[in-house]
């Protein structure tokens, strides 16, 4: 069990540094955290269309997330139910009307049922029904697909709205952005060299601001006092700054439906165990991690525009996206100078969470929770 | 144990899915199959004069095969009975005489008798007899090298011998294609990312032929059909095809020798654990595998012929390597495809062998036979 | 337990070949030979200003030592005591005043007290002098810096003195050479892939040096008759050489403080673990071995002059860099060969050692006892 405290300090621990290189604990929790919990693969309008598809890697699992001939989005396991045999090898892309195996030209509907199987006939007491694509749970939220390896899932929105409760304490604030009205103006996808607890842990605290993110702690006042996540509270913007763009300002309006509490106003929240929302007046930054190994993270960060604004003949997101990717290259530059002493001697029970970071340790006890189920 | 049969199907099951990466199976599998089976590594007349030598990594072991003073070829560990180092480096080469360790200049005869070792005498009590080099057993089929790293193997006859018994019911026919006195006119050398039983078990079956072979199952009818590997039979070529070449003619004549059944008749058979050989009216394509690791397979594969054709002045062997060369590539895609999804959880307890495959658990019940030898 | 001697012959075996490749062997010998022995990390005139400072990986800790104010040399582990984040991230650089953390802002004096940390008062219970960095053990010797890692180590001095005692029978000979006021003039770094034992062990004897070095054996003739690691006795130079150089000759005077019985004559020796001086009459070579996994060194190897020489107009380390370099690399290539076969059947109980390398024994024992510690 992890001590709460050290004999010199009453403040929190972190999680002892073996939480972020072991092997084994990794594997633990793509089982336990990424393999029974709705986890974000992507957005919804990447496959627009009956037959476009994505391949995504989920805990260990290939997994076709494809739009079906009703216009809803099921998941399959990416394996022919015959020899194995990978079926979509593409990250994204389009079949009509089946999929089809190269091996054996196995073939299988877009609801997963396996079509065909040449010189297989059912007199041969083969129960085709049985050899369907396996399913693999799947939900929408915000425009986000969410997919579920469980044998049996609870529902998407128990997790997300338990989520932004404790964070805003009602659902209406994140509501009003309306994140499945918006789309995708700009994406980034970023590799770091850390386990993806401490990008979590880093997005958590704000008492890393004022030396890591000068620009930001400029714009946000009370990021460079490290406050950050209080209970239903946005952080306000300095005067004369409209939004988090390179210049501060934008030409774009504000979302439609926000509040004048919303304007010069920031949220950021988590959706554990992989999404960050970044609510900003005019746009949105998602961000999805990607655990690749105890200490590769893949990060895919969209910014996302009112498609209304997009329209406009002068529309530009690099204002909003050079900033933001300011922001994040400074993350990770310091989330990756972490990994590098986790294995030391000097880390081996943790370090520690001063009275700014203490609600971080909330995030640590639900990932021992979740390894102990 | 591997149950032969799911509820849902009568057919046979492949095995599971870790035996296809687990790095312990696969060390078993280098112990028990390649550590003590002959193990074909190639052609003897890749070293024709006395002095030259092969070096080949068989079961975690280098080894020197090399042609003797008296045209006999021997096989030792590639290792100085004094410290260890590895003495010859190259692949392939020549020393005249001896066999010298770079490190301290001891030296072996062709036979692996320690001729010299300075500053040591026998009258030091250094018994020298007993520092020759550690010798492999090393016979010849098919003008073929084979490798046995057992202490007192059988002999390599009974292997090959029950292996073409079981798949022709008689030696007559191979022993028609005088392999022995054909020789290397091409060799292409794969490196493909998957197990070597995805291999073994891909070139075993032809229920493949028609979606992965297109052009194959053109000049072979039996193939579109998916039938292989019937006992005696072997697989007639489409009218107005001869050889499997790009297109199906050829200027060289049948191998001396065949009978009038042998024309427009292709045989293709597995000698366990590492070749595959294709009889072909006027050529011979032979595969041998090497196991690199638990997702790694090395393939050399060599074109042989007739030296009589060889040395017309029109022979030209690239009709027959760009068609076979064409075939390796698209099983090997289909190959690779599998490994990928081994680990998957709906393939933990393996795939299923339709009718047309059925054979194939033969070969996976050999596996797991001598995994518990 | 090892075998001393094999049933063929009366000499001593080598360490059996897994410990020159076994991955839990090689974190033992980090543990517990790197992680508790005085281990040399550099020169101390790297680092001649307060502020100046190195960082060393030892033994998996990244450790900065840095020159304080009062011009005296300390390491610390690498390690913000808050979150853990790596604090100097060049191999060598500069700081004034104090350390910082790029992550917090949490900054530390040259001497590892806290200075400051943000936002924290010591009126919050924090024991602000409990949190300053980890000290490393911190000594020096001969010009050189090294650590150790054990909570309360013996002097260094006992350790070396040992070890020059046990070669020399007195010390006076190595403090003619005045190590630590010469100067580098040249260094080269050198990527081996061989376990660091197979490199002691080869530095040990000159078995190998009339076939792996003739320049060498051609300058020093006893080296020639394989005679090396005689205590207390320099090897002489052959007539007309008077330096280990490429044209045995050399514009440089013999260091200062030198008797005439050092003149033309070479000294070697070991300082375990991971250090060889090689004394001739103009200048010193000093190799630090740097274990970098199971089968992997990294050999640094300084060319120490005389300041004096090395201001001459003239002066020109590249004869002396030049014959050291190829004798360095005649050994690695050695080294190498040997390490390929650690794994083979035929070395799982070692090689040999013949009686002019039988002292070498001691050093395989050194490292047998220090495991079982």
Redesign the interface.
Known sequence: MVTETS?????AT?LP?RYYYDPALYQREQERIFGRMWVCVGRADAIPRPGDYLTVDLA???VIVVRGHDGAINAF??????????LC?ERCGHVTGAIQC????WSYGLDGRLLG????RDM????RA??GL?PVACALWGGLVWLNLADDPAPLAAQIDAAILQRFGELETVERYRLDELAVGHTIVYDLACNWKLVV?NFMEC??C???HPELSHFVPSFKA?LAYQQGVGARFSDGVDSLTVSGKTNRPPLPGLLPQDLRTYYGFVLLPNVFVNLIPDHVVIHTLWPEGPTRTRIVCDWLFDPAAMAQPDFDPMDAVAFFDLVNRQDW??CE??Q????????QD???Y???EAHIRAFNDFVLARLEE
């Open positions: 004999a010199a300090t009453p403040f972190t540094g260990g699992e290939s396991l990416n394996v022919c139910r015959h020899r194995g045999a990978r090898t190269r091996y054996h030209a199987a040449p010189n297989i041969d007491g083969f129960d049985a050899y396996i842990e008492y890393h004022a030396i890591t490290g530059e310091v100078l972490c590098q002493n986790m294995a030391s001697r000097a880390y943790g370090g520690l001063v009275p700014l």
